[in-house]
Nanobody
Framework: QVRLVESGGGLVQAGGSLRLSCAASGRSFVTYGMGWLRQAPGKEREFVSSIRWMTGNTYYGDAAKGRFTISKDNAKNTVYLQMNSLKAEDTAVYYC?????????????????WGQGTQVTVSS
């Protein structure tokens, strides 16, 4: 249905910053909200942040609070994740996700569309 393509991942040093982008495409792009989740090797997929498409309300997981900022550009159908003060434990594949219907957006099971992910590696 909706195609989600992440970009902006890469290798950064601890304390550095990185901005991820997720572009949504499709002739009928309809979403209640979008978010970012990440998965490190050997770990479960972890909720990072989400944003309601129309209201702009934002939600953050514990690891993201105070360091990451989610934002969106409705005209571009794009959501961003600004990551500051990166730590080694932030190393993971970051996935963009979307939820079509009204509901929670604080865990992986809350979303119904997924991008293929972008690798973020933070060196210490």
């Amino acid at each position: 249905q909706v195609r989600l393509v992440e970009s902006g991942g890469g290798l950064v040093q601890a304390g550095g910053s990185l901005r991820l982008s997720c572009a949504a495409s499709g002739r009928s792009f309809v979403t209640y909200g979008m978010g970012w989740l990440r998965q490190a090797p050997g770990k479960e997929r972890e909720f990072v942040s989400s944003i309601r498409w129309m209201t702009g309300n934002t939600y953050y997981g514990d690891a993201a609070k105070g360091r990451f900022t989610i934002s969106k550009d409705n005209a571009k159908n794009t959501v961003y994740l600004q990551m500051n003060s990166l730590k080694a434990e932030d190393t993971a594949v970051y996935y963009c996700a979307a939820r079509r219907t009204i509901g929670p957006m604080t865990s992986g099971t809350d979303f119904d569309s997924w991008g293929q992910g972008t690798q973020v590696t933070v060196s210490s």
